[in-house]
């Protein structure tokens, strides 16, 4: 394909590609067949990137926030020129479907401008003074270098969340994408070079070692934040690193979404929300409905609407404009899906609809997954418990709105939620009571420039997006100075 870099590529450094003969491979999870190759950057190499950043990151941090801006729109109208080949190149890397594709490169798009925009109006304070003869204020200033290290399901999108405010912020960058989906970043960083970038504002390492990576970017003090997004075990794993020079970190983690149905909802609307929601991407998504919870009374007839809607979709290659649901990233994925689904079965659930290995036609070999739903779940069950990032979808009745907020609360992860109801008094007590970063009623799409993002408990840390997500990446300074009285 035009476009994927040649073999052993995929480390930039100060401006310069770097190829290397170590590489790891790419696959296609549709056909498994291998796309490409990328170096395989090691600790030494990650330290170059970083002192690269710190070496650009004076005169970066000096330019005006219009100056930054306007690069940053420049990159931004660049991938949207070219949307076309990244959204077929994250059908290649990730698997999913075209349209889905699409919608992430327009949402890339969307989120360097929005970032570009609130970057021109960064601004401290000026305050009332305490004493005659005192002036105080405060002022934000940029962090320093950032490292973003991003997932496999969202690469570009994730990375456009990093990249955009730590940039508009004045901070420079290292970036370790995931060794599932480097060549999107890659081509990233080439718009980033043709928006005129200055070198070493923007530095890329990839590897198939990110323990590494992330270990050497850990105990560098070049390195001042960390902007991860990926697992909770992971995140864990980097929060504790980051002690001994603490580093900051902004952690986007797992999610366990529940999809709260009320006997007074619009069931149509319910039914195709949590459809649309969990079989995105495959149900390879954080913020995806994986459990609904719906009132007792009207079960049984949600249940059916939910059968119907997940018999029509349809599975196959990303590549295939006619399909819903692509394949599993890898074997692996498949292994956690499959089970789940055997552990529920082996507790009492009920297959609704699906719940088998789907076999295609040569040459998409990859882990296809049938469109599954399961009733009569528990909280014992793998599947209420941890992340399935799969295409499952699990129901579970519930009584009473206290309980429906017990079970919806009765999850370490506090990510995303939604709720279906026409009752305005239960939508502002849901809304106050669910412990999750962000409550969507009657509304599965709740993620928006102008809102910011992050989770509770152990979703996360810090938030992305929004003029909170700017925050992130800036420190915030307090001046105080006298003046002498005039002669």
């Known amino acids: 394909m035009q476009g994927v870099p040649i073999s052993g590529e995929g480390l930039h450094i100060n401006g310069e590609w770097v190829g290397l003969n170590q590489t790891f491979q790419v696959r296609d999870p549709a056909t498994l067949a291998v796309i ?80 570009a925009e609130e970057g021109r109006r960064i601004s401290g304070r000026v305050l009332c003074s305490p004493r005659t003869g005192l002036r105080i204020w405060t002022l934000k200033q940029p962090l320093g270098v950032v490292a973003a290290i991003t997932p496999w399901n969202y690469p570009l999108n994730t990375l456009s969340r990093k990249l955009g405010p730590a940039l508009t912020a004045g901070c420079t960058l290292v970036i370790k994408p995931a060794a599932e989906t480097p060549f999107s970043a890659i081509e990233l960083v080439r718009r980033v070079e043709e928006a005129g970038f200055p070198a070493g504002v ?53 999610g366990h979404a529940p999809l709260l149905v009320f006997d007074d909802a619009d069931l149509d609307a319910a039914a195709d929300a949590a459809v649309r929601s969990r079989f995105r991407h495959a149900g390879q998504t954080c913020i995806c409905a994986q459990r609904v919870l719906v009132q007792e009374s009207v079960a049984e007839r949600l249940i059916e609407k939910l059968k119907t809607r997940v018999a ?13 649901v692509g394949p599993l990233i890898n074997k692996s994925a498949f292994e956690r899906v499959a089970s789940h689904l055997a552990d529920a ?44 990032f799969g295409p499952v979808l699990a129901l579970q009745s519930f009584g009473s709105e206290r309980q429906a907020l017990e079970l919806a609360n009765d999850t370490e992860y506090g990510l ?72």
């Open 36 to 115: 490409g190759e990328c170096a395989d950057g090691g600790a030494e190499l990650a330290l170059a990137a970083s002192a690269a950043a710190a070496r650009s990151f004076a005169a970066w941090s000096s330019r005006t926030p219009d100056d930054r801006a306007e690069l940053l729109l420049r990159l931004a109208a660049i991938v949207e020129r070219d949307a076309r080949l990244f959204a077929h190149l994250l059908v290649q890397e990730s698997g999913k479907p075209i349209r889905d594709a699409e919608a992430e490169v327009a949402s890339t798009v969307t989120y360097l401008r929005s970032n």
């Open 202 to 254: 923007v530095n890329l390492v990839t590897s198939c070692r990110p323990a590494e990576i992330a270990d050497a970017w850990l105990r560098d003090r070049n390195v001042r934040m960390i902007a991860f997004t990926g697992s909770t075990e992971v995140g864990k794993a980097l929060l504790r690193g980051s002690a001994d020079t603490l580093t900051r970190v902004s952690l986007e983690l797992g």
């Open 416 to 487: 995303v939620a939604y709720a279906f109801t026409n009752s305005l008094s239960r939508t502002h007590r849901l809304i106050e009571q669910l412990q999750y970063g962000t409550v969507g009623i009657n509304e599965i799409q709740v993620v928006w420039p102008q809102l910011p993002f992050g989770g509770f408990k152990e979703s996360g840390m810090g938030k992305e997006i929004g003029t909170e997500g700017l925050e992130e990446y800036l420190e915030s300074k307090s001046a105080v100075v006298r003046i002498q009285e005039r002669p």
């Open 312 to 324: 029509r979709l349809r599975v196959g290659p990303g590549s295939n404009t006619e399909v819903d």
């Open 345 to 388: 079965v082996s507790k009492g659930a009920r297959i609704c609809s699906g719940g088998n290995l789907v076999r295609l036609e040569t040459p998409n070999v990859g882990f296809f997954f049938e469109p599954t739903l399961i009733d009569r779940v528990h909280p014992d069950m793998r599947v209420m418990r941890e992340e399935t």
